[in-house]
C-alpha cells in the first residue's frame, strides 16, 4: 500500500464486439476467473479506500460477477459508450468525498503488475500516465516528453514523422489527484473523429493549469489488452508460462509443467508434487510437501501438507483435507472436511460431511446430503470404518470406531464403536443359475 490515500477506477463498460459473444468481454475467463477480476486482484495491493467499477454492456451480469469478486466494489453505470473520458466521469460522483489519489485501469487489461500500480499511487506528481517502450508502437499514442515531464500524448493520426518515430507510448492507464479530476472531467471537449470524450485530454487541460504531469513505464508484456479470442488465448498461455515458471522456482515439482493449468490465485507450497494434466480452479491451496496426482481438478479447496490426492480426483469448494488424508481414484469432495488420517481410496462421494481423524471410508460410499429442496450434513466419527457402497442418508451421525456393513443404507444415528447393517437379507436357490440359462439360451434359440 502507500502512504496517501487510494481510489481505483476499473474501466468495464465496452462490449467487446471482436469477440463475437453475447457476454460482456472482461467476463471472459483468464486463469479461471473473468477478465475483470485481474484488475480489482493488483488493485488490492493499494489496499484502496473505494473501488469502483463502471459498467455498461451487459451491466447486470458485470455487477454480479464483481459482487462475487470484490463485494466492497461500487458500481458506476455509463449508459453510453462515449469514450474513457466520459466513463471516469461517470464514476466520480461515488468517489465525492474521496480525497487522495485516483488509479484507473481497464478489465480488459490483466497483466499490470503490483510493483507499477504502487508506482502510479505513489508519484508525486498531479497526473501520471502509464507508457511503455513498443518493439513495434504502431498505431499507439505517442508520448512527448520534455524537462518538465509528459508534455503531451499524441495520437498517431496526429503525428507527424518525428513524433511518430517516437517508441515510449500510451497504455491508456492513469493515476491522478481526485480533485484535480473532477475538476477538469466536466470540461473535456469530443471535438474529434470519434466524437468521444477522451481520458488523454486530461494531460492537457492539467498543465494548462500548471499542474505536474509525469509518465511512469513498464514492460511491454504488463499492457497487453484483450481484444480478440485469439488475444485472450495467448494472454492465457503467457499467464501459465509465467505461473509454472513460478512455481518451479518456489520449490514445486511439476511432473509435466505444460499440461498444468493454474488459476490466478493458485496457492502451492513447497516440496508439493503436481502430476501431469492437473487443473487448479480458483481458491486453491495445496500445502507443502503434498501430493496431487494425474488428471485431478481442484476449485475452493484446502489440501493439508502430507496429503495425496488422485488420481482422477475432482476436489469442489469447500473440500478440506487434513494432513496426511488420501483421496483416491474417481472420488468427489464438496463443502466437506476430512480430519488428519482420513483415507478415501476410490468411487467415492462426500459433500457436506464431517469426517474424523483416521477414518476409513470403503469404495463406493456415497453421502446422500440433498433432498431435491435442502443439503444436509454427514458426520462420521474417528476411527470409524464405513463399508463399501454404503449410503449415508444425510442428516445422519456415524460414531466414533463404529462400522457400517457393506452394501448399507444408513438412515439413522449410529452409536459410538457400533455396527450398522442396512441391507436386504440375500436369498440363495440352488440349481436356478442353472436352469435360468438353459432356458434363456432356449427361448432365443427359438
Not at 471472459?28 to 486482484?41: D, E, K, Q, S, T
Not at 460522483?93 to 480488459?108: E, H, K, T
Not at 488428519?340 to 446422500?368: F, P, S
Given at each position: 500500500?502507500?502512504d ?6 476499473v ?8 469477440m ?11 486463469a479461471?476467473v ?12 493499494l ?5 469502483v ?10 455487477r ?6 470484490e ?25 465525492q468525498?474521496?480525497q ?5 485501469l481497464?478489465?480488459?487489461t490483466?497483466?499490470?503488475g ?24 504502431g ?16 495520437e ?6 518525428a ?6 507510448v500510451?497504455s ?13 472531467l ?17 494531460v ?7 499542474r ?17 479470442r ?10 501459465q ?7 518451479l ?9 505444460a ?43 484446502h ?5 495425496t ?13 487434513g ?8 472420488v ?20 457436506d460431511a464431517?469426517?474424523?481423524e ?15 429442496v435442502?443439503?444436509?450434513?454427514t458426520?462420521?466419527g474417528?476411527d ?14 456415524v ?15 449410529v ?19 442353472t436352469?435360468?440359462?438353459q432356458?434363456l439360451?432356449?427361448?432365443?434359440g427359438?
Amino acid at each position: 500500500m502507500t502512504d496517501n490515500p487510494a481510489a481505483l477506477i476499473v474501466l468495464a463498460a465496452g462490449q467487446g464486439s471482436r469477440m463475437q459473444s453475447d457476454l460482456p468481454k472482461v467476463l471472459h475467463r483468464l486463469a479461471a476467473v473473468p477478465l475483470v477480476g485481474h484488475a480489482l486482484a493488483v488493485g488490492r495491493a493499494l489496499e484502496p479506500a473505494q473501488i469502483v467499477v463502471v459498467a455498461g454492456h451487459g451491466a447486470d451480469q458485470v455487477r454480479k460477477a464483481v459482487a462475487k469478486l470484490e463485494p466492497d466494489a461500487q458500481i458506476a453505470l455509463q449508459e453510453e459508450q462515449l469514450g474513457t473520458g466520459h466513463a471516469v466521469l461517470q464514476a466520480m460522483p461515488l468517489l465525492q468525498d474521496f480525497q487522495g489519489r485516483v488509479i484507473v485501469l481497464y478489465g480488459d487489461t490483466p497483466f499490470i503488475g503490483e510493483d507499477t500500480l504502487l508506482a502510479l499511487a505513489s508519484h508525486p506528481a498531479d497526473v501520471v500516465v502509464l507508457g511503455f517502450e513498443a518493439a513495434d508502437p504502431g498505431r499507439y499514442g505517442r508520448l512527448v516528453t520534455g524537462p518538465e515531464g509528459l508534455e503531451r500524448i499524441v495520437e498517431f493520426k496526429d503525428a507527424d514523422a518525428a513524433t511518430r518515430a517516437i517508441r515510449l507510448v500510451n497504455s491508456g492507464v492513469m493515476a491522478a489527484d481526485a480533485d484535480l479530476l473532477r475538476d477538469i472531467l466536466p470540461r473535456l471537449g469530443n471535438q474529434n473523429a470519434s466524437g468521444e470524450y477522451y481520458l488523454t485530454d486530461v494531460v492537457a487541460l492539467a498543465r494548462a493549469q500548471g499542474r505536474r504531469v509525469e509518465v511512469v513505464t513498464c514492460d511491454e508484456e504488463e499492457t497487453l489488452g484483450i481484444n480478440t479470442r485469439a488475444e485472450l488465448a495467448e494472454a492465457e498461455a503467457a499467464f501459465q508460462a509465467r505461473a509454472r515458471a513460478r512455481a518451479l522456482e518456489d520449490g514445486v515439482t511439476l511432473s509435466d509443467p505444460a499440461t498444468v493449468w493454474f488459476a490466478l490465485d493458485t496457492c502451492i507450497g513447497r516440496d508439493a508434487i503436481i502430476g501431469q494434466n492437473v487443473v487448479f480452479g480458483p481458491g486453491v491451496t495445496v500445502e507443502s510437501g503434498a501430493e496431487i496426482l494425474p488428471f485431478c481438478h481442484l476449485e475452493g479447496c484446502h489440501v493439508s501438507a502430507g496429503a495425496t490426492v488422485g488420481p482422477f480426483a475432482r476436489l469442489r469448494p469447500g473440500a478440506e483435507l487434513g494432513g496426511d488424508v488420501h483421496v483416491g481414484n474417481f472420488v468427489e469432495i464438496k463443502n466437506s472436511v476430512l480430519a488428519e488420517g482420513v483415507k478415501v481410496g476410490h468411487l467415492t462421494y462426500l459433500g457436506d460431511a464431517q469426517i474424523g481423524e483416521r477414518t476409513n471410508i470403503g469404495a463406493g460410499t456415497v453421502t446422500c446430503n440433498y433432498d431435491g429442496v435442502s443439503k444436509h450434513r454427514t458426520q462420521i466419527g474417528a476411527d470409524a470404518f464405513i463399508g463399501s457402497d454404503t449410503m449415508l442418508v444425510a442428516p445422519v451421525r456415524v460414531g466414533a470406531r463404529a462400522m457400517t456393513g457393506s452394501g448399507s443404507v444408513i438412515t439413522e444415528d449410529v452409536p459410538d464403536e457400533a455396527l450398522a447393517l442396512g441391507r436386504a437379507k440375500q436369498v440363495t436357490k440352488p440349481g436356478l443359475a442353472t436352469r435360468l440359462m438353459q432356458a434363456l439360451r432356449q427361448k432365443k434359440g427359438n
